[in-house]
Each structure stands twice: as C-alpha cells, then as structure tokens.
C-alpha cells in the first residue's frame, strides 16, 4: 500500500480520535478496499461511526456478491449517490439509502412494488397514504387535508374507493410478509 495514503489516513484518524482497532482493521484491507474507504472517508468527513456502518454494509454486500468493498463503492448506485445534489450530509443519506438497497434487495423489491399500488389507488393530493420506514410493521398511515366539509368528503371517498381496490389489498399483504431488514437477504 502507498505510504502516503497510510499516514493519511492515520493523521485523519488521529485527528478524529479513532480507535485503534478500526485503524488497523482498515489498514489491514487489501490495498484497493483501503484506497475506496480513504476516498469515501475524506470527501464526506466521515466520522468513526458513520464509516464503520457504511464499511460494515458495504463488507456485507460484498460478500454475499463476491466483490470487492471497492466494487461496491464503484457501483453506479453508489457513485450516483455520491453525486447527488445536496450537501454532506445530503450525500451521506442518499449512499446509505443506496447501500441499504443494494444490501436489501428483498426488501427494496416490496418498497418499490408498495410505491406502486399507492401510486396506482389514484388517491387525491389532499390524502397522504404512508408506510413505515423500512417496512417495519404492518400499520399504515393516512392523512387527509381538507378546507371545508365537501372537500372532506370528497376525499373520504376516494379513500374508500381505494381501501376496497385490490391494490389496498396487496399493499397489507406486502407489509405483512416484508422480511425482516435487520438481517441480509
């Protein structure tokens, strides 16, 4: 490994106050995985904790896809995470959104079909149809914004309408059968 990128990153991780065993657990890494961590860290001035979860992730995707941490943080999701607009902590949302997804694919398979049937049941802007993060519960959450009772009414029906429709259905299904996303899929 470059000699540079060695005291680089144990001058950050000095200045950050980084326990030793992560230093060595990182330095320990095969050279280009060292290298991805050391980017990632200095463009969005990781703390110890933000990279050992972004790390750990990527370790576990890596694994069960037999690629490198470096492929990972190479993958156009990533990269595309790390360009989005926004600042740093911006930035390190939109990568830990990714991460999660490429992580969870089950789950992101649900999320995506649940953004779908909501998307298809029509609802008014005045009603607001959630889930909960991460799929975990089965509970839904509706909200209707209404300036006058016709305009309550109004979307009391649409929301009845779209309770009975097979989507509503589907999406229950969904939330009852989401696997679990504290383990890998």
């Known amino acids: 490994m470059d000699e540079t990128i060695e005291r680089q990153i144990r001058a950050y991780a000095s200045e950050r106050r980084f326990h ?19 980017e990632l860290t ?10 050992r979860d972004l790390w750990d992730w990527a ?35 939109a990568l ?19 953004g779908e049937l909501v ?22 959450r509706v909200e209707i914004v209404a300036r006058n009772p016709a305009a309550l009414a109004a979307a009391a029906r649409s929301l009845a309408d779209a309770a009975s429709a097979p989507a509503c259905g589907e999406i229950f299904e969904l939330l009852s059968g989401t696997p679990d996303s504290s383990s890998s899929d």
């Open 96 to 114: 830990k959104s990714s991460l999660r997804r490429l992580r969870f694919p089950s789950l992101t398979k649900a999320q995506d079909r649940i």
């Open 20 to 38: 030793s065993e992560t230093v060595d657990r990182w330095l320990a890494k095969a050279d280009e995985d060292v290298v991805a961590l050391w």
């Open 119 to 140: 998307a298809s049941m029509h609802l008014p802007p005045a009603v607001r149809f959630t889930v909960p993060d991460l799929l975990e519960g089965d509970d839904v």
């Open 59 to 93: 370790e576990e995707i890596a694994a069960r896809d037999r690629k490198t941490i470096a492929a990972v943080f190479d993958s156009e999701p990533v990269r595309l995470a790390l360009r989005s607009p926004g600042g740093r902590n911006d930035r390190v949302k």
């Open 42 to 51: 200095r463009e969005l001035r990781l703390g110890e904790n933000q990279l």
